[in-house]
């Protein structure tokens, strides 16, 4: 009986076959790609998160904590209270010079004796570990000689107090410092102090809380002592990070600014403007890449225990 056409003709090879087959003539298996369990990379991502956070803070932005009273009501510190927490700006002072009105941290000079942002270390060795981590993070206050005040006046300007109207003059012209707070309202008078030319390459500082404030007019001894060198300051309080109920930007009116240009309608550079938002973006990054890479991995621990 005559066979067929298809049982004559030779059965051909698949050629998916041919091409994992070996020298030998062996058929080579295709191995799974294996995943890596969600376990295994959260430790990665959160020692990446804490990486990042830690490179911004020490060469970008740091948050700091603030548990003084010295700058009631523009930021609010108290003892024992939760102090805010503000996203200090450390690089526009290497493109600008400090101005009348920003609101600064800054490494408390020599003569300087009193620590304000810094607080007192616990006596046991692992919760005193866990407050330096905490303080790089900006979770705990810093472990130094740091203060934040406002910029009053600048190298080479003279600032005295006070004129006929209880106000700070510089250079003969009294501040419009619609900031002040008066912690005992029945005493709205400022201390009075002579004349006092800061050094070129100095600021003088002084706090919101203008009769609660220990600063250049105190510090060192007041007088020129009270100064505080450029150098030493670490950066410009922008924003309000924490906690939610305080979020906003740190005013930096200039109490100058009735006799400068600016008082006519001109204002700072639109990059200098940019610089809070430039940072938000900056800082948000991390936590978007690294929300968005731990969801995946969560969804996918999820729908391997179904």
């Not at 041919?18 to 295709?30: F, V």
């Not at 106000?167 to 501040?175: C, P, S, T």
């Amino acid at each position: 009986m005559p066979s067929s056409a298809a049982e004559d003709e030779p059965e051909r090879p698949d050629p998916d076959d041919s091409a994992d087959a070996g020298a030998n003539g062996k058929r080579r298996r295709r191995k799974p790609k294996k995943q890596r369990s969600f376990w295994v990379e959260l430790p990665i991502l959160i020692v990446v998160a804490l990486a990042l956070a830690f490179v911004f803070q020490q060469f970008l932005a740091r948050v700091y904590t603030i548990p003084s009273g010295s700058m009631e009501t523009t930021l609010h510190g108290c003892t024992g209270c939760y102090g805010d927490k503000v996203l200090v700006d450390k690089i526009t002072y290497d493109f600008t010079d400090p101005e009348p009105g920003d609101v600064v941290v800054f490494k408390g000079p020599e003569p300087w004796v009193e620590n304000e942002v810094a607080t007192e270390r616990s006596g046991n060795a692992v919760v005193r570990f866990f407050q330096n981590i905490g303080s790089v993070f900006g979770l705990a206050p810093p472990d130094e000689r740091d203060f934040v005040k406002r910029i009053i006046a600048t190298g080479g300007q003279t600032v005295q107090c006070c004129d006929s109207q209880n106000r700070v003059v510089v250079d003969g012209k009294a501040l419009d410092e619609p900031y002040i707070h008066w912690e005992n309202p029945d005493n709205q008078r400022q201390e009075p102090f002579d004349p006092v030319t800061v050094p070129d390459g100095y600021v003088w500082v002084m706090g919101d809380n203008r009769n609660d404030s220990c600063d250049s007019r105190c510090q060192g001894g007041g007088g020129v002592r009270g100064a505080v060198p450029v150098d030493n300051i670490i950066g410009k309080a922008r924003i309000i990070v924490l906690p939610p109920s305080r979020w906003g930007g740190v005013s930096d009116h200039n109490p100058q600014a009735a006799a400068q240009p600016a008082a006519l309608g001109m204002s700072a550079p639109a990059w200098q403007e940019g610089v809070p938002l430039g940072f938000g973006v900056v800082a948000a990054w991390p936590a978007v890449w690294g929300g968005r890479r731990l969801g995946s991995k969560v969804r996918e621990a999820v729908e391997r225990k179904r």
